[in-house]
């Protein structure tokens, strides 16, 4: 079946340390892949994007995620976290020329300090 | 940057009232627009798909007399939660996106709208 899977609910790290958020697909064809980022009772915020190209993407606030097509990923990682990016993340799948969208069932990112 | 609002961002009401939300974009034009529901420390389920000046396609399982949507215009969408009942409070997420602005054009959200039916 097709879907996007975060197999992480929650994942706890100390401040400073280093970040990896897992995400799976299970799409056909190119997939348009996302990172979005929710703070508690807000909007969505996109974090990257990829359509094509460098498998490496930068993104905002200092995330990257590296597509995987042999392993059908796109994990996002941080080289060091800061408190404030405590929140709930969601990796997308744009499908049909990028006009629908399915989401992972999100993970949630708490710092310790 | 584009910006997508959202209004009300919180509405209380009595079982059986309905109630409209409102998803707007500010600084670009939407061909398309969604709306998604989400449950509380769930993800996004997407509703419905909106292109201007069309119906409205709808996710299977969603009702598509209970929640009326509108795109009348290429910044405006509506959703209308008809005859709101306790199981239909949840937060709604708008999003919008310029589809002729190529495959590339991401969407963009709205901040949510939390409704609370009692």
């Known amino acids: 079946a097709q879907s996007v899977t975060q197999p992480d609910i929650h994942i706890t790290v100390s401040e400073g340390a280093s970040l990896e958020l897992r995400c799976n697909y299970s799409y056909g064809a190119t997939p348009y892949l996302f990172w979005y980022v929710q703070s508690p009772g807000q909007g969505l915020q996109l974090l990257l994007k990829?359509?094509?190209?460098?498998?490496l993407v930068q993104g905002i606030k200092g995330f990257e995620a590296e597509f995987k097509r042999s392993q059908s990923s796109f994990n996002l990682r941080k080289p060091s976290v800061h408190w404030s990016d405590a929140a709930e993340y969601f990796c997308?799948?744009?499908?049909?020329?990028?006009?629908?969208?399915?989401f992972g069932a999100g993970t949630r990112l708490t710092v310790k300090p | 940057g584009a910006v997508v609002s959202q209004h009300p961002s919180w509405v209380i009401c009595k079982s059986g009232t309905s109630v409209k939300i409102e998803c707007r974009s500010l600084d670009f034009q939407a061909t398309t627009m969604f709306w998604y529901r989400q449950f509380p420390k769930q993800s996004l389920m997407l509703m419905a798909t909106s292109n201007e000046g069309s119906k409205a396609t709808y996710e299977q399982g969603v009702e598509k007399d209970k929640f009326l949507i509108n795109h009348a215009s290429l910044t405006l969408s509506t959703l209308t939660v008809t005859s709101a009942h306790p199981e239909d409070s949840s937060f709604y997420i708008c999003?919008?996106?310029?589809?002729?602005?190529?495959?590339?054009?991401?969407?963009?959200f709205g901040p949510g709208t939390r409704l609370l039916v009692l």
């Open positions: 997308a799948v744009g499908l049909y020329n990028n006009n629908d969208m399915r």
């Open positions: 999003s919008a996106r310029d589809g002729r602005r190529g495959i590339q054009e991401t969407q963009y």
């Open positions: 990829y359509f094509s190209g460098d498998t």
